[in-house]
């Protein structure tokens, strides 16, 4: 049984095509189920923590198909990456404290005809960001019909207009 396992999935780095193949269909099974474990915000939200666990995934199951790594621990320590933040993301449901210090919060960057500097300076954003965005998103080079811009966690600028 094990030298099947061998011949179909080699061992180390000297792959032929064929267990390379063979290695990529596995991890592609694999990474499918990892990603239904860790759910639909690991790859919905793309907030910088949830983007974390697309690099690692990406990395640590690209070793395995190379044979840069033994498989068998690859898939491990990529379930551990899955694991610890389907924790993370628990924790955020019980405790606001430690998602905000996890995940950030959104930061209200111009409101009442002014940017707010103070919020822009903390997340690092200019005012042509600011500006840029809304562009994108009412199509008018305008600031007047802005009731307010809000940087929210995943890096996207909100724009709420003003009622009519």
């Known amino acids: 049984m094990m030298d099947a396992f061998f011949v179909l999935f080699g061992q180390g780095r000297e792959?032929?095509?064929?267990q390379m193949g063979m290695r990529s269909i596995a991890v592609f099974v694999i990474a499918l189920a990892l990603i239904r474990v860790s759910g639909r915000r690991s790859f919905g939200?793309?907030?910088?923590?949830?983007?974390v666990v697309v690099i690692l995934l990406g990395a640590t199951l690209s070793r395995a198909i190379v044979g840069a790594?033994?498989?068998i621990a690859t898939v491990v320590a990529s379930f551990a990456i899955v694991v610890c933040h389907r924790v993370l993301a628990w924790s955020f449901i019980r405790s606001?404290?430690?998602?905000?210090?996890?995940?950030?919060?959104e930061r209200e960057v111009f409101s009442d005809g002014k940017?707010?500097?103070?919020?822009?300076?903390?997340?690092?954003?200019?005012?042509?960001?600011?500006e840029e965005s809304?562009?994108?998103?009412?199509g008018s080079r305008s600031m007047d019909d802005?009731?307010?811009?809000?940087l929210e966690r995943n890096g996207e600028v909100s724009v709420i207009r003003k009622r009519a």
Request: hydrophobic letters at 45%; charged letters at 20%; glycine letters at 4%.
């Open 15 to 18: 792959l032929d095509p064929l």
């Open 45 to 51: 939200q793309r907030s910088p923590f949830d983007s």
């Open 69 to 71: 790594s033994p498989f």
């Open 96 to 105: 606001r404290r430690f998602e905000l210090l996890v995940g950030g919060a």
């Open 115 to 130: 940017f707010h500097a103070n919020e822009m300076h903390a997340a690092l954003v200019t005012r042509t960001d600011i």
């Open 134 to 138: 809304v562009r994108q998103k009412t």
């Open 146 to 150: 802005v009731a307010a811009a809000i």
